[in-house]
């Protein structure tokens, strides 16, 4: 009985405060009451009072009413309601302490909520919003330019699908598949990292090889069927380099102008010491240290005629250069002949942070073809090399999606720095952070913006791989991009026009601001 006295108390003390404020915001009464209910309880519990089981079982009854007049039979949303005091419960069940029948009564509705419980299960099993529809709405969808057994991008093609055509395994014999291999990198976190060192990379499949990054920019050629290793890239990224996140989502792949696919050489030495060569295909992996390295898919070696020596210093031209305030987390896209670049800019460490630019180089040579800087979004001519971007504009950390036939490439885009704080934007901050934007793959020029939470303050950065496709609507065919947010919302757009296919509705939102002498606006301190 102690022990389910100091378990109910607790329970209670926390549902009392937590009921308290939240019918300040207008919130349900019924927390405030259960914090109540096992307080007293608790009380009766250390007494040891003959009504402690009868009232937990009282107490048990009409939280159960109150759950299915909130949500109906829904495992999802019983369990979280009813399945704590379930087990406050147990103690009570098992006590030695005399009750004068109290344990004939606790038992049975238990009991009879446990089964009822367990039924929801099977009587919405797994269903949040209906049945998934296994209808086929094409026979014949455009999933983008790939051999139908490789994966040449993050989402398999530019597109951003994720859907692989093949059909050996399905929902039918997914059940039965079994582990052949497992590969350990060897790359591990190490005592000088910062906080957040995490694997997130999506592995490419070129011919027989899977290829991959690891989160302190190890690039790694497996054998596909066997998970051995091939080679092994080590951009050797200095430590000074990391300061917000340490992570590499994955590499980017341009096929070979000879249409023949590459096939990774078991190598006995490490890639990174082997001189550079000519490449016919390329793999291009960004680094923690703001580089973009062109490695040859054979060999593991350098490109020799990308940049200098296969290696491009994406700090060029940047306004301000702190180590580790810049660095494309994501890979970069590659289509129309270009590799085109995005990079995260370090949130909220100093309002003087470098340019959240997009540029676009020759995928063979390296040479700046356009850039896009949303903080001087008309020209898109290559930047001199005496001039800089503008800092801290907006910028584009998750993976961007492509259409060559429309010509466009589409980002999803974050907020200035400091991006929780609204003195220090313009009108091109205000207009371009948050969103989707469409750009001209030939020039870089502006096609459509399309703005998901206007003077965000929150943090709510667009975090996710447009995927494209073809949307069959009342109006016909439509070229679709989907893209899911922070807000939990997913967007449906026109992939050409940027309107929407499925209705935006804005809504008021409350109103307020943070007091600053205007005089102070321009001397304010480094965030």
């Known amino acids: 009985m102690l022990l389910f006295s100091i378990l109910v108390a ?32 608790a009380w009766l519990g250390f007494k040891r009072h003959a009504l402690s089981r009868p009232l ?11 759950s299915l007049w909130e949500s109906g039979y829904d495992w999802w949303a019983l369990a979280p309601r009813m399945g704590l005091f379930m087990l406050l419960a147990i103690p009570l069940l098992f006590s030695n302490v005399a009750d004068r029948g109290g344990r004939k009564v606790l038992f049975p509705v238990w009991l009879v909520l446990g089964v009822i419980l367990l039924g929801s299960i099977w009587a919405k099993p797994h269903e949040f919003s209906g049945t998934l529809d296994m209808q086929v709405d094409s026979e014949s969808p455009n999933l983008g330019e790939a051999p139908e057994a490789s994966w040449y991008a993050y989402g398999r093609t530019n597109m951003g699908q994720r859907y692989s055509p093949l059909d050996q395994i399905t929902p039918q014999n997914v059940g039965q598949l079994e582990e052949v291999w497992q590969y350990r990198t060897g790359d591990m976190k190490r005592p000088d990292d910062i906080g957040e060192t995490t694997y997130q990379a999506t592995p490419l499949k070129i011919g027989d090889t899977l290829y991959l990054c690891t989160p302190h920019n190890w690039l790694v050629a497996l054998d596909a069927d066997l998970g051995t290793k091939r080679w092994v890239y080590d951009a050797q990224v200095p430590m000074e380099s990391q300061r917000q996140h340490q992570t590499c989502r994955g590499v980017s792949y341009l096929p070979p102008a000879s249409g023949e696919v590459p096939s ?82 370090n949130d909220n460490y100093d309002k003087n942070s470098p340019s959240g630019v997009i540029r676009a180089y020759d995928a063979k040579t390296a040479e700046l073809v356009w850039n896009w800087d949303s903080g001087n979004p008309e020209d898109t001519a290559p930047i001199g090399p005496d001039q800089v971007y503008t800092p801290s504009s907006p910028n584009s950390w998750a993976i961007a999606s492509a259409d060559e036939y429309l010509g466009l490439i589409y980002f999803p885009m974050g907020n200035r720095t400091p991006d929780q704080l609204g003195w220090y934007r313009t009108e091109h901050d205000e207009k371009y952070a948050s969103s989707v934007v469409a750009l001209s793959l030939d ?33 016909g065919l439509q070229p679709a991009l989907v893209v899911p947010t922070k807000q939990g919302d997913v967007y449906v757009l026109n992939r050409q026009t ?23 606006k321009e001397s304010a301190p480094t965030i």
Request: charged share 15%; glycine share 8%.
């Open 264 to 345: 990774a050489e078991r190598l006995d030495v490490a890639a990174e010491t082997q001189a550079a060569v000519q490449c016919d295909a390329t793999l291009y992996m960004p680094t923690s240290d703001a580089r973009l390295i062109a490695i040859d898919p054979a060999t593991g070696a350098r490109c020799a005629d990308f940049g200098e020596n296969g290696e491009l210093d994406l700090i060029h031209n940047m306004p301000f250069k702190q180590a580790g305030f810049y660095y494309s987390t994501s890979p970069p896209v590659v289509a129309n002949g270009l590799v085109i670049v995005a990079g995260s800019v």
């Open 498 to 520: 940027g309107e929407p296919i499925f209705a935006i509705d804005e809504l008021p939102a409350p109103q307020g601001t943070v007091e600053l002498d205007v005089s102070a």
């Open 10 to 41: 607790l329970t209670g003390l926390a549902l009392t405060a937590g009921g308290v404020y939240l019918l300040s915001l207008g919130g349900s009464l019924y927390y405030l009451l259960a914090g109540v209910v096992l307080l007293f309880n």
């Open 56 to 66: 937990f079982a009282l107490f048990l009854v009409v939280t159960l009413i109150w």
């Open 443 to 475: 020039t870089g020029q502006v096609v459509w913006v399309q703005q998901f939470v206007h003077h965000d303050l929150w943090d709510m950065d667009t975090p996710a791989q447009p995927s494209l496709i073809d949307l069959d609507t009342a109006s």
